[in-house]
């Protein structure tokens, strides 16, 4: 991959990783806050505020486990190895590349289309 291309996905990159750590403190606190006023409404119900955080927590997994991907891909280009399938490297050998097309989409996929789909069937089936 070109390095203007991959400083264009580096940028990208930084500015998913600054809206997801705002929006994952911003969304959880605003949850919580929500759950507490109803608790203090409801005379103390507390499985109303066990359900906000759990909520909570359930809106906070995608974004932080995308969070996590997307830093680990800026590691990747600090790396010089931004934009290699990793299961192709687990697997031995040097690995392939993923498609810029799928990187253009999703800047911080770990594997190939290929690699990916296998991968979900095999999670699928366990
Ligand atoms: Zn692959």
């Not at 070109?2 to 605003?30: F, H, N, P, V």
Request: aromatic content about 0%; overall charge neutral.
């Amino acid at each position: 991959m070109k390095e203007a291309q991959i400083q264009k996905l580096d940028r990208l990159l930084a500015t998913m990783e600054q809206t997801l750590s705002a929006r994952l403190t911003g969304e959880i606190m605003q949850q919580t806050q929500e759950g507490l006023r109803q608790v203090s409404s409801d005379d103390g119900d507390s499985a109303v505020l066990a359900e906000a955080l759990e909520v909570a927590s359930m809106l906070g997994v995608n974004d932080a486990k995308t969070l996590e991907a997307v830093r680990k891909a800026r590691k990747k280009i600090k790396d010089g190895i931004f934009g290699i399938c990793e299961m192709s490297l687990h697997a031995g050998g040097k690995g392939h590349a993923i498609s810029q097309d799928r990187l253009q989409v999703i800047p911080q996929a770990e594997n190939c289309i290929d690699c990916q789909k296998k991968a979900e069937v095999r999670v699928a089936k366990s």
